[in-house]
Structure formats: C-alpha cells, structure tokens
C-alpha cells in the first residue's frame, strides 16, 4: 500500500511544537512534502534560523513517522527558517549581509552605507538596515536626518513602510528617537525595537539586506544573529595590529556552533592616506598588511583596501555617499568590493543547496540527517 500525503499528516499532528503550544501541521510548519514510494521527505519550517527545538522536533517527527507507518519508510526530514521558506516578513528578502566589527569607530556605517549602494549599482534591490540602536548614523549619511517612515495597514496590522533613497529602501532606529535617547535603553527594550524593524516593516522583495551592526560583541549581536536568517558577515578593520584580538572575537561569534554565520570577507578601512590633490601617494599612516592578516587569520578573503579620504567623511556628513560618484576611486573600489560579496554569496548559497540535494539523494545509504 502506498503512503499518502494525509497519513504523513495525520501522524505529524502528534507532533508538538511546544513553544507555540500545539502540533506541527496546525501550526502549518510542514512544507515541501514529496513522496516517492517509501521514500518521504519534507522540511520543518521554524519562525526563526538555528531554533534549538529543532533537532528535538526533527527526532520526535522520526519517531513518530516510523511508529505510524512502518520502519521501512526512508525519511528525509529538512530543517528550514521561514526566510529560507520564502515565508514570513523577510521571506522576500533572499540574502541579509552584516557588516560588522570588533572595535568602534572603524568605519562599520560608511562601508555599510556605500557597499548598500554599489550593490544596488549592480542592479540588485537592496535594502539597509541601521541595527546600531544605540548610535544609528544611517539617517544622517543618507542625508534623512528628522525623516519619519509611514505606515500601512495590512491584515489588521500596521507595517513600517521603510523609507526610500538612492534606490535603497532603509530603517534606521534614528528615525524613531530623539538624538542620544537611545543610549538610555535597556538589553530587552534595543532588542524589541530591532525586531520591529526586521518584522513589522515591509521590506517587500530584496536581493540583499545590508545590516550596519553596532559595535562590538555585546548581547544585541547574539540576538540579532540568532534571530534573524544572516546569509553572511563582512568584517571590518583597520591596519593596525592592536585590532587583532578584537576582529577574531568578531570572526569567533558568527562561527560559533549556534550561530554558524559563514564570513563573506574582511574589508580594511583607512589603509592608507591619500591626500586630495596627488591621490597616487599613498602613507600607510598605521602600518601595512593588518587587513590581509586578519583575513588569513579567520579565514576569509580580504575583499578590499579603503584608503583615508577626506571626501568620505564629508560624503557621509552630507548624506551623499561616495559611492554614488563613479568618477572616484573609491566608489570603484566599492564596486569591486561588492561584486566580490556578491560572488561569494553565490557560492556560498550553491554549496548550502548542494547539501540539501546531498540530503534527499535517494541512492544515500542513510535515511535521515
Ligand atoms: N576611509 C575613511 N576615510 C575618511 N574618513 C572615514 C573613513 N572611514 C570612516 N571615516 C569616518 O570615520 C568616522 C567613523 O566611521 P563610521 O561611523 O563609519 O564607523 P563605525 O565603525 O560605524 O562607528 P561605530 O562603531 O560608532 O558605529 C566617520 O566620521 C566617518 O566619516
Ligand atoms: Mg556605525
């Protein structure tokens, strides 16, 4: 007798997704379900990435299966985000970036402003997103200072509509605080307000979500990676050595087993000055050759040099990123820094394909995992 969908169904009503209090199939967290013979796979969509139910559900989903339909059922049993789904509010949004850092003060905002735009140069929709709570700069380097998003009505609820600018659609909590306020916020209250940014607002369709992290290693990160589906991290730094231990505390939190966010590079920003008027001189005010260090040392690419350059502070100031001008040097650099995310991006998304394919391979020995 063949297996139907309706029997697979069935027995997953005894399975209970005990945070939200009731069964998998009533919480409508089966999905991609394919029978072939014995052969059943399907994936297990949970509301966040790395839920830790998910291995305990997975393995009750087994037991559960091979009790009700037979031992001899070969089960394929995927575990998925809703992102990854295509569910949820960022299920449009195919790969969320986040551009991140030790230390302060590196120039985490000006490579997260100007990589949003030479990304969206490339014809890519993108979006950015300013998750420095506690000193959001996105307002003023994309010139929106005082700016107040809008609001629609969807389904009964209201979403934040993310404002427009340069092609980039952005939220920032700047745009929902007075100057410095933010600062008087506790762990819990940072979070919620993030999770507002990322779930109540419509992002609609993007090909990359740009995150400006704040700072450091600190209690927001870990929430944020946890809770949020991150494709991958571009670390920032500078030159100096000192940064080191810094950066590998960085590079130490997105490779951490519940986290397992891949690194899509290093950029080193202020490599080198280049005065305005003679911009072939280059002085290696802070020494040369920390940003390749830092990339061998966590293991990933050194994507680009970012020279100091007067105009992209005032750029930044002005809310008129580099970027935006082709005729500098930097917005080329900008360019090719993004081209390379873009590359390994892909790469990273074809070999997390490949082991899904690897995992419902019907000539595979082993029927689950
Ligand atoms: N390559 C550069 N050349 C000149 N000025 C720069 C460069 N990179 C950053 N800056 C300037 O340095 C300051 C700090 O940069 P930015 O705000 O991007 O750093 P950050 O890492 O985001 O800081 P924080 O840790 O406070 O979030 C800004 O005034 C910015 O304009
Ligand atoms: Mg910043």
Not at 196 to 222: C, K, R, S, Y
Request: a negative charge; glycine letters at 8%.
């Amino acid at each position: 007798m063949s297996i139907t969908k309706e029997q697979i169904m069935e027995s997953l009503k005894k399975v209970l997704y005990f945070p939200k209090g009731s069964n998998v199939v009533d919480l409508d967290m089966v999905d991609r379900l394919t029978i072939e013979g014995n052969k059943v796979s399907l994936a297990l969509v949970y509301p966040q990435a790395n839920d830790k139910n998910a291995h305990i559900v997975k393995d009750a989903a087994e037991r559960t299966l091979k009790a009700d339909l037979g031992e001899s059922i070969e089960l394929f049993i995927d575990t998925m985000s809703e992102q990854e789904a295509g569910r949820g509010p960022l299920g449009k949004v195919k790969n969320i970036i986040a551009i991140a850092s030790g230390k302060g003060g590196v120039g985490k905002s000006t490579v997260a402003s100007n990589l949003a735009i030479a990304l969206a140069k490339t014809g890519a929709k993108v979006g950015l997103l300013d998750a420095d709570i506690y000193g959001p700069s996105m307002p003023v380097m994309f010139g929106l200072n005082g700016e107040r998003p809008g609001a629609k009505e969807e389904n009964g609820k209201t979403k934040i509509l993310p404002i427009e600018k340069y092609g980039i659609k952005m939220l920032s909590i700047g745009f929902f605080i007075e100057e410095n306020k933010a600062l008087m916020w506790r762990g819990s209250m940072a979070s919620n307000a993030l999770n507002q940014l990322f779930n109540d607002a419509d992002w609609g369709e993007l090909d990359f979500m740009v995150l400006d992290l704040p700072p450091g290693t600190g209690d927001i990160h870990l929430t944020l990676v946890q809770s949020v589906p991150v494709t991958g991290a571009v670390i920032v730094t500078t030159p100096q050595n000192v940064a080191l231990a810094d950066v590998r505390k960085a590079a130490d939190m997105f490779k951490n087993d519940s986290i397992k966010v891949p690194l899509l590079g290093v950029v080193e920003n202020m490599s080198y000055f280049s005065p305005e008027d003679c911009p072939d001189k280059k002085y290696h005010i802070f020494g040369q050759g920390g940003g390749q260090l830092v990339a061998n040392e966590v293991g990933a690419e050194l994507l680009g040099n970012i020279p100091i350059v007067e105009a992209i502070a005032e750029t930044g100031d002005r809310g008129v990123p580099i970027a935006l001008d082709d005729s500098t040097a930097t917005a080329k650099t900008f360019n090719e820094i993004a081209k390379k995310i873009i590359r390994n991006v892909d790469k990273r998304n074809v070999e997390q394909a490949a082991t899904r394919i690897v995992q419902i391979d019907p000539n595979a020995s082993c029927s689950t995992n």
